[in-house]
T-cell receptor, first 112, second 116 residues
């Protein structure tokens, strides 16, 4: 299995632009998680899905952030408009049970 | 609310020596505890977990962790460190919630530096 796939690996954009991060979970995994990692706040859970349905989005910072999972093999995290404080590494993870999560390589986002 | 504390930002150890990375947790009820490792420019990788049963849990790459309920700790250990173990280590906690995923709360991470 290829593992969790994220794209792009790096994204540099200017403040105010829309950013879309993409994730393909491991086939057969029912859960998908989006995390954000920064030096200041560490690793934060933004949202997670179960069977393509958002279960908990309490970690989503504000209305500028949205996430979708149109099918079992694809999810997006969108930031519109982006701000410099959104600069971080964004991880997608998937899980087949309630315990072990498999992380993707991350997308490093820089907002200028 | 659940939380994890990793009191050491960095742990330095010589290759061949035993290592310990500390973790304490706070959660209502019985905890599920995890250790993950992150190598540079990579995502987190699962190392081991404690759900129930034996307090000493063995995981990948020779790592083990001991669950201590009275001290609310879950320290990561390895008898003999390798230079290749140098990485960022995260402790995480969750609690069992029927029918949903275990929502993990991560610690701030401890950087392990193993030198020759």
């Amino acid at each position: 299995d290829a593992g969790v796939i994220q794209s792009p690996r790096h994204e540099v954009t200017e403040m105010g632009q829309e950013v879309t991060l993409r994730c393909k979970p491991i086939s057969g995994h029912d859960y998908l998680f989006w995390y954000r990692q920064t030096m200041m706040r560490g690793l934060e859970l933004l949202i997670y899905f179960n069977n393509n349905v958002p279960i908990d989005d309490s970690g989503m910072p504000e209305d500028r952030f949205s996430a979708k999972m149109p099918n079992a093999s694809f999810s997006t995290l969108k930031i519109q408009p982006s701000e410099p404080r959104d600069s971080a590494v964004y991880f997608c993870a998937s899980s087949f049970n309630r315990y072990e999560q498999f992380f993707g390589p991350g997308t490093r986002l820089t907002v200028l | 609310a659940q939380s994890v504390a990793q009191p050491e930002d960095q742990v330095n150890v010589a290759e061949g020596n035993p290592l310990t990375v500390k973790c304490t947790y706070s959660v209502s009820g019985n905890p599920y505890l995890f250790w993950y490792v992150q190598y540079p420019n990579r995502g987190l990788q699962f190392l081991l977990k404690y759900i129930t049963g034996d307090n000493l849990v063995k995981g990948s790459y020779g790592f083990e962790a001991e669950f201590n309920k009275s001290q609310t700790s879950f320290h990561l250990k390895k008898p003999s460190a390798l230079v290749s173990d140098s990485a960022l280590y995260f402790c995480a906690v969750s609690r069992p919630v029927t029918g949903t995923a275990s929502k993990l709360t991560f610690g701030t991470g401890t950087r392990l530096q193993v030198t020759l």
